[in-house]
């Protein structure tokens, strides 16, 4: 848990990796599989990018916050835990929607939805607290974008957000931890260092979010992060896959195969998974 939140001390908010994040963690010896580094070729990432004006809903400020141009960006490559992977830039670097005046940050597709009272308990927990780190780059750095989602998790745990939410935060989180050690150049002097580092952090949050999405799909009604039942069974499966957790894969692959309301793509996607299952 610390290891999620490390860093955070710097945003005057290290008291929040004493918290608990899910409401019923289940702890897991897992092993991850991981995908050989790609060196990709550079491109002018600012010019994929806009400033998109936003109204805080917790201090009422209005700022800007980089976005990524819709249509802009080709996917060429989509992941077996639905990370979609782009040729220009990473946009999931960009996912998050922080607030510079007082802190409070979140996924876009949460950022308006709060209640008086998660209003009430960010003020006191994190906008007391936070001192804000501006990024004076026209490009979010990978160190950059990932204190922005440890927020947006300090957030969810503050405000006591569902925990798909938080699982949500955390699968995103890994990937772009997963995006930026594709990136690494192999041939630089602390390589393998660095990379070491990023893998345990990825396995550490994939490992959060299969959990906080397991308990989500046993306790909230659909659509989850809106998701659809069984888009969410192959994204927990998938999950179990990268994560060596054979059985919760099995069995909700088998549960996808033998759906009547699963379609064709999902099946076939699931079935993916069950040959990855065999090989192992």
């Known amino acids: 848990m610390a290891g999620i939140f490390s860093g955070l001390e710097k945003l ?74 782009y040729d220009e830039l990473d946009q999931n670097k960009y996912d998050v929607i922080a607030c510079p005046a007082c802190g409070y940050a979140a996924l ?25 780190e501006p990024n004076n780059e026209p490009i979010y750095s990978y160190e950059y974008a990932k204190r922005l989602y440890q927020l947006a998790l300090a957030n969810a745990v503050v405000k006591k957000a569902k925990n798909s939410e938080k699982a949500y935060i955390c699968m995103k989180s890994a990937w772009v931890i997963r995006g930026e050690t594709q990136r690494l150049d192999p ?17 550490e949050l994939l490992e959060n979010a299969l959990n906080g999405f397991v308990m989500a799909r046993q306790s909230e009604e659909f659509p989850i992060a809106g998701m659809d039942s069984t888009t969410l069974d192959y994204l927990i499966a998938a999950l179990a896959v990268e994560t060596g957790k054979k059985d919760i894969a099995s069995k909700m692959i088998s549960d996808i195969l033998v759906s009547r309301t699963a379609n064709s793509r999902i099946k076939d996607k699931a079935r993916v998974l069950k040959d990855m299952l065999a090989e192992e």
């Open 187 to 203: 041939e630089e002097e602390g390589y393998e260092a660095k990379k070491k580092e990023n893998d345990a952090q990825e396995k």
């Open 12 to 85: 005057g908010l290290g008291n929040i990796g004493k918290e608990q994040l899910f409401e019923d963690p289940k702890k897991k010896t897992v092993e991850v599989k991981k995908e050989q580094p790609k060196k990709l070729q550079l491109v002018n990432e600012e010019d994929y990018l806009f400033d998109k004006k936003y109204k805080c809903p917790v201090c009422d400020s209005e700022f800007e916050a980089r976005t990524v141009r819709t249509g802009k960006v080709r996917m060429k490559n989509v992941d077996i835990d639905l990370r979609p992977d």
């Open 108 to 132: 876009g597709r949460y950022f308006p939805n709060l209640n008086k009272y998660q209003i009430d308990d960010i003020r006191v927990k994190i906008c007391m607290n936070y001192k804000h």
